[in-house]
């Protein structure tokens, strides 16, 4: 009798550890919203809803840019491919500019973002959402009087930024990196532009 009784408590025990065992990995695992990843699984059509754009103020606070995200594949965070937008204090777009690809892993996302001290510039670096030349960052300007964006690779000769870090010197200089010799990837070399001096430079916008 206490034998029976053991047994059939042991496995009463089993049957709920094993039942247990199964809820976990049954579990629906938790979506990711953010993070610039590629996921295995696609995630819901109406998951990730409440993504917030990033927004950076211009210093004097005339103006705002917004980072969206576009939110193009359900195999991707949707931060995976960037749109962005400059608007006024009054909320009027002045100018967008879309990175994002028809199936969301050809684009760009940005990863480095801010306006120079005297607010006339917003620079901002980039990354592909395909991980294609992962040693290459695409940098844009936006230029406020210009109101126009351009590509900063357009002011140092076409050479690529190696680098998506880059910060200010004085009112709209910018420093930032590129490679010494075309091709040298490991051999990177600071490169100082001043942004007001490049835009006066640059040829008409076909736009």
Not at 52 to 81: F, N
Not at 114 to 136: C, I, L, R
Request: net charge negative; proline share 9%.
């Amino acid at each position: 009798m206490r034998c029976d009784m053991a047994l059939s408590m042991l496995l009463s025990v089993s049957t709920f550890g094993l039942a247990s065992m199964t809820f976990a990995t049954d579990a629906p695992a938790q979506v990711a919203c953010s993070g610039h990843k590629l996921l295995p699984i696609p995630r819901p059509e109406s998951s990730c809803g409440d993504v917030k754009p990033q927004i950076y103020p211009s210093p004097d606070g005339a103006l705002r840019a917004l980072v969206l995200p576009v939110d193009v594949s359900l195999y991707a965070t949707p931060d995976m491919e960037s749109r962005v937008v400059i608007r006024t204090g009054n909320s009027d777009t002045l100018i967008s500019k879309d990175y994002s690809s028809p199936r969301g892993a050809n684009g760009y996302y940005v990863v480095n973002a801010k306006w120079s001290p005297d607010s006339q510039f917003f620079v901002y670096s980039m990354s592909s959402s395909g991980g294609h030349s992962p040693w290459s960052f695409p940098t844009m300007v936006y230029s406020r009087q210009k109101n126009r964006i351009a590509g900063f690779s357009d002011m140092i000769h076409g050479g690529p930024t190696v680098s998506a870090d880059f910060h200010f010197a004085g009112p709209h200089t910018l420093i930032a990196s590129t490679w010494r010799q075309p091709g040298s990837l490991d051999d990177k070399v600071a490169v100082t532009v001043d942004l007001e001096e490049a835009f006066a430079k640059l040829p008409p916008s076909s736009d």
